[in-house]
């Protein structure tokens, strides 16, 4: 089925370990993005992919590392764990901005930094 | 990057009373256009309306309406005749345009409850 699909659904890691989430959408959207969820910040932009090896950052970058090599897949690298990073991720992706169209989002990753 | 507040982080409704979301932004782009979104408990993120800045109309669907005031810089979303399964987390986020460097950002959120 097409769509957009992250994973791990969850994930415990320790301080200091690299840890990735990764995302995968069959739509071959252009855009892709990287967001948190944290309780009263809303989401918040981490990077986001105008294309295939286009990327760029956004808000809150700091800590974060992402790739995008194939059009369907971006992962989202966390070079070394802290506990400030445990949050729900989400990916979403959109086609160009040729026309308003809405973000697609993946289920979430929930990340628990202990 | 683009302002959005959202500046009911919780609302309460009686159900089958109509509710009002706010949602302002901040934007010197003449073109734009806004969409919400609902997330449920269960967490996925579900498109629900969308309106743009040069529609003569308020945009409709179903029991959602925009209450959209382009001098106000507001794009309120009406939920009409509310049910139990819209309690949930509202967002609202501009649609970007190439000057704001493609980066789609969201207002913090509103939590809804529908009592019964």
Known sequence: DAGITQSPRYKITETGRQVTLMCHQTWSHSYMFWYRQ???????????????DITDKGEVPDGYVVSRSKTENFPLTLESATRSQTSVYFCASAPGWGMPRPLHFGNGTRLTVT | AQKITQTQ???FVQEKEAVTLDCTYDTSDQSYGLFWYKQPSSGEMIFL???????????????????FQKARKSANLVISASQLGDS???????YPHLNTGNQFYFG????????P
């Open chain 1, 38 to 52: 944290d309780l009263g910040h809303g989401l918040r932009l981490i990077y986001y992919s105008a294309a295939a």
């Open chain 2, 49 to 67: 309306i969308y309106q743009g800045s040069y529609d003569e109309q308020n945009a409709t669907e179903g029991r959602y309406s925009l209450n």
């Open chain 2, 108 to 115: 913090t959120g509103t939590s809804l409850t529908v009592i």
């Open chain 2, 9 to 11: 982080p919780g609302m």
């Open chain 2, 88 to 94: 949930a987390m509202y967002f609202c986020a501009p």
